[in-house]
């Protein structure tokens, strides 16, 4: 481990393209390049967003490869789950940022290849950073360090499987209770309640397309936006978000703006959607979309070289975090992985 001091599923790249009211894809997609040093800024009106690609990018020794994870601690350091790109002399799966994006540490050599959906919690004895390696096919509670503290397979007593390499988590959820949900994305498409020792308890939401089913349920969180919180589900295959309250009831499916929705996160009564196809959307607090940024759709570089990249344009957003100060950070599925923040510009 370097000093802090301090097989995923083919994407279907034949999907057809979400149907969007025409002036919201618009409004969303607007892109101004700017010229010579004058910022790249998304979006329009009173949503423009300055776009700063490889806002972080990784250290001497390590090449990033698919970045599919972020979280930020309480102190505001930034943790970056990739697979590890070839070519990397150092195969820490993790990379951890000051909140400037300066580089202060590595580890995690165990989650090369597999690293993926990294999420933290705040418990009673300090913070702690939840790990889906869809390589193990496990769920790893880990300190900050990268110290394990537990280590989670796939839940055979659960009757969804006949063996343990039939699941593959991508993301977890924290319930109120101290439970967590586990998405069994790229395995049977299964949703489970784990205990906060890790656990299995119980199904949550079960495969299929109807209401209260689920189709690579890829990311999930808790909504606490409303009287009574929710699980908001990122029903990737079915194309839509699906809210259930925490008994796993199924009470709303939200599709407008949506294409394949990867993971959610909240802040000041806004939903934020990194898609796989090419967007990063925003949502209100009634789950209507208010902006859709950096539209690349379609697109055909993922395993291009990044001189092929488009300034303001997505490739394929797979994870996205609002940061401390309310800027926006985004993780990309591409084999050379990239990082993006997007700041409020009010210029």
């Avoid at 892109?31 to 949503?47: A, H, S, T, Y």
């Avoid at 102190?75 to 000051?98: F, M, N």
């Avoid at 299929?208 to 990311?219: D, S």
Wanted: one cysteine or more.
């Amino acid at each position: 481990m370097h000093d802090l001091r301090l097989d995923r599923r083919r994407f279907i790249a034949a999907s057809a393209a979400a149907t969007i009211a025409p002036s919201l894809a618009a409004a969303g997609s607007a892109v101004f390049p700017g010229r010579g040093d004058d910022p790249v800024i998304l979006g329009e009106g009173g949503n423009r967003w300055r776009c700063e690609h490889d806002w972080l990018t990784p250290p001497n020794g390590i090449k990033f490869g698919d970045t599919h994870g972020l979280a930020q601690d309480a102190t505001g350091r930034i943790y970056v789950a990739h697979t590890v790109g070839g070519g990397s002399t150092r195969k820490s799966g993790v990379c951890v940022y000051t909140p400037k994006g300066e580089f202060i540490g590595d580890w995690g050599a165990e989650f090369a290849g597999g690293a993926h959906g990294i999420d933290l919690r705040k418990e009673a004895d300090g913070e702690f950073l939840y790990h889906c390696d869809t390589r193990r096919r496990a769920v790893v509670k880990t300190g900050l360090d990268g110290k394990v503290v537990w280590t989670a397979g796939g839940p055979v007593e659960s009757g969804a499987y006949d063996e343990a390499g039939q699941w593959c988590p991508t993301n977890v959820a924290f319930l109120p209770d101290g439970d967590l949900l586990v998405g069994d994305g790229y395995g049977r498409s299964f949703i489970h309640r784990y205990s906060a020792d890790g656990e299995w308890k119980s199904i949550f939401a079960r495969p299929g397309k109807g209401k209260g089913e689920v189709a690579c349920p890829h990311g999930l969180w808790v909504d606490s936006r409303g009287s009574e919180p929710t699980v908001m589900v990122a029903d990737r295959s079915n194309r839509r978000l699906q809210v259930f309250d925490l008994d796993g009831r199924s009470v709303a499916l939200h599709t407008e703006g949506v294409r394949r929705p990867c993971d959610v996160d909240f802040r000041d009564g806004v939903m934020l959607v990194p898609d796989l196809e090419s967007v990063v959307t925003l949502y209100d607090e009634k789950n209507q979309p208010i902006t859709m940024l950096g539209d690349g759709h379609p697109t055909n570089l993922r395993g291009k070289p990044r001189t092929d990249f488009q300034p303001g344009r997505f490739v394929h957003p797979h994870d996205a975090i609002f940061l401390q100060d309310g800027s926006i950070l985004v993780a990309e599925w591409v084999p050379i992985g990239r990082v993006t923040r997007l700041v409020k510009f009010d210029g």
